[in-house]
């Protein structure tokens, strides 16, 4: 299959800005709680809180490893679910971690609890109104969060995740490692009628019921158009791939992979949770200077 990406819009620009400003007007009013039933000999766990745009309260966990520091952050970008995990104990011995709980996802659901299916389309006709304005804004005040702590070292900030990763990253410069596979929306009004899988059926089933809404749809999907945000992304980059025989190969990822100002590093998935989770692992810690990755038992 041959993609091919159209312009970004002329606005995409002065949109992405305004949110920004929108962002940059509110307080971030951090609030931490520590978690001592979660904290362990080798890390703090907290509660932490910080306002978004609308404006909204989001939730995330954050966790500091005792001793001196600063320490590199590892971001877990949310991912398209209800819920979101404390980051790894192995990755809390090395590294400050954030789990973000973005609007909608459990303890960031008040007053918005999102449904899924639902979410990838609510508000989907308007790009003002489109949920997922909100959602990359409530990413990026993580960054801002994080720019202001003293246990943060800020010139290691690595972003881990799906399309959110990448947003984060082009919007937040300061982030100086992203590993990330696209998942969402990537060629979104190509791909998506190629395939009956949730959760890019969610457009599929939305256009269906409101045929003579397509043409917003799409519209309002070439604002999160991911090669759009490629060019301004300045952190070294992971980009995961499938294989030849999935959705997501290499040549169909072409116009993504060539978007980039520097080519990004390529990962083909094994589709195995164990040598995933190693090849991130392993590329991370090498590149923050720790050698071996900590890995779980398991994996070992």
Not at 19 to 25: G, H, K, N, S, W
Not at 104 to 114: I, N, V, Y
Not at 247 to 264: D, Y
């Given at each position: 299959?041959?993609?091919?990406?159209?312009?970004?819009?002329?606005?995409?620009?002065?949109?992405?800005?305004?949110?920004?400003?929108?962002?940059?007007?509110?307080?971030?009013?951090?609030?931490?709680?520590?978690?001592?039933?979660?904290?362990?000999?080798?890390?703090?766990?907290?509660?932490?809180?910080?306002?978004?745009?609308?404006?909204?309260?989001?939730?995330?966990?954050?966790?500091?490893?005792?001793?001196?520091?600063?320490?590199?952050?590892?971001?877990?970008?949310?991912?398209?679910?209800s819920v979101v995990h404390i980051a790894a104990y192995e990755e809390r011995q090395r590294y400050v971690t954030v789990a973000?709980?973005?609007?909608?996802?459990?303890?960031?659901?008040?007053?918005?609890?999102?449904?899924?299916?639902?979410?990838?389309?609510?508000?989907?006709?308007?790009?003002?109104?489109?949920?997922?304005?909100?959602?990359?804004?409530?990413?990026?005040?993580?960054?801002?969060?994080?720019?202001?702590?003293?246990?943060?070292?800020?010139?290691?900030?690595?972003?881990?995740?799906?399309?959110?990763?990448?947003?984060?990253?082009?919007?937040?410069?300061?982030?100086?490692?992203?590993?990330?596979?696209?998942?969402?929306?990537?060629?979104?009004?190509?791909?998506?009628?190629?395939?009956?899988?949730?959760?890019?059926?969610?457009?599929?089933?939305?256009?269906?019921?409101?045929?003579?809404?397509?043409?917003?749809?799409?519209?309002?999907?070439?604002?999160?158009?991911?090669?759009?945000?490629?060019?301004?992304?300045?952190?070294?980059?992971?980009?995961?791939?499938?294989?030849?025989?999935?959705?997501?190969?290499?040549?169909?990822?072409?116009?993504?992979?060539?978007?980039?100002?520097?080519?990004?590093?390529?990962?083909?998935?094994?589709?195995?949770?164990?040598?995933?989770?190693?090849?991130?692992?392993?590329?991370?810690?090498?590149?923050?200077?720790?050698?071996?990755?900590?890995?779980?038992?398991?994996?070992?």
């Amino acid at each position: 299959m041959t993609i091919s990406i159209p312009p970004a819009p002329a606005d995409f620009d002065r949109y992405w800005a305004a949110t920004l400003d929108e962002l940059a007007a509110l307080p971030i009013a951090a609030e931490l709680t520590p978690i001592p039933m979660r904290s362990t000999d080798f890390a703090t766990l907290y509660e932490l809180r910080l306002t978004s745009i609308g404006p909204y309260r989001i939730f995330s966990y954050y966790s500091v490893p005792k001793g001196d520091g600063p320490f590199p952050v590892l971001y877990h970008a949310p991912g398209y679910g209800s819920v979101v995990h404390i980051a790894a104990y192995e990755e809390r011995q090395r590294y400050v971690t954030v789990a973000l709980r973005h609007r909608g996802q459990r303890l960031s659901d008040q007053p918005f609890a999102a449904a899924y299916p639902g979410l990838l389309t609510t508000g989907i006709t308007d790009p003002s109104t489109y949920v997922y304005r909100g959602i990359v804004a409530d990413c990026c005040r993580v960054i801002d969060f994080l720019l202001q702590r003293p246990e943060v070292d800020a010139d290691r900030i690595a972003v881990v995740g799906d399309d959110l990763a990448l947003f984060t990253a082009a919007l937040r410069p300061q982030v100086d490692a992203l590993y990330f596979a696209p998942t969402l929306f990537y060629a979104a009004s190509q791909l998506a009628p190629q395939t009956g899988s949730y959760p890019l059926e969610e457009f599929n089933d939305y256009v269906r019921s409101y045929p003579e809404q397509a043409g917003e749809v799409w519209r309002t999907l070439s604002y999160f158009e991911p090669t759009h945000f490629a060019p301004k992304v300045a952190a070294d980059t992971v980009l995961v791939t499938g294989n030849e025989r999935d959705a997501l190969s290499p040549a169909v990822l072409a116009p993504l992979i060539q978007a980039f100002a520097r080519p990004p590093e390529l990962y083909t998935t094994a589709h195995s949770g164990y040598r995933d989770g190693v090849h991130q692992a392993s590329w991370l810690a090498q590149r923050y200077g720790f050698g071996e990755p900590l890995l779980p038992p398991h994996w070992q």
